[in-house]
Nanobody
């Protein structure tokens, strides 16, 4: 079972930037897809961005143009560059990985992002 460990969260002012990282315990080269979810207090977990093994990306509308997802297969790492952060981006962010289209998701433990002045 692959282990996923997120890092890079923290407190940032509105308009600021953060870069989240997710380190995998094994090679991600063949993973069908990886992504980031987030969950704010009292809200359901929501999908933020995904990236496939071919590099195809997808974003939820509210982060398009501000967030960028990327993966480095050589480092077994997934990233989420978050710019122009807003208070509504405040949430716990989770890294997720899927080996194939029909397999279950592996989840990280989450990293807190707080956007506040």
């Amino acid at each position: 079972q692959v282990q996923l460990v997120e890092s890079g969260g923290g407190l940032v002012q509105p308009g600021g930037s953060l870069r989240l990282s997710c380190a995998a315990s094994e090679s991600i080269r063949s993973f069908y897809a990886m992504g980031w979810y987030r969950q704010a207090p009292g809200n359901q977990r929501e999908l933020v961005a995904t990236i496939t093994s071919t590099g195809s990306t997808n974003y939820r509308d509210s982060v398009k143009g501000r967030f960028t997802i990327s993966r480095d297969n050589a480092k077994n790492a997934l990233y989420l560059q978050m710019n122009t952060l807003k208070p509504e981006d405040t949430a716990v962010y989770y890294c997720v990985a899927r080996r194939s289209l029909y397999s279950s998701n592996y989840w990280g433990q989450g990293t807190q992002v707080t956007v506040s002045s």
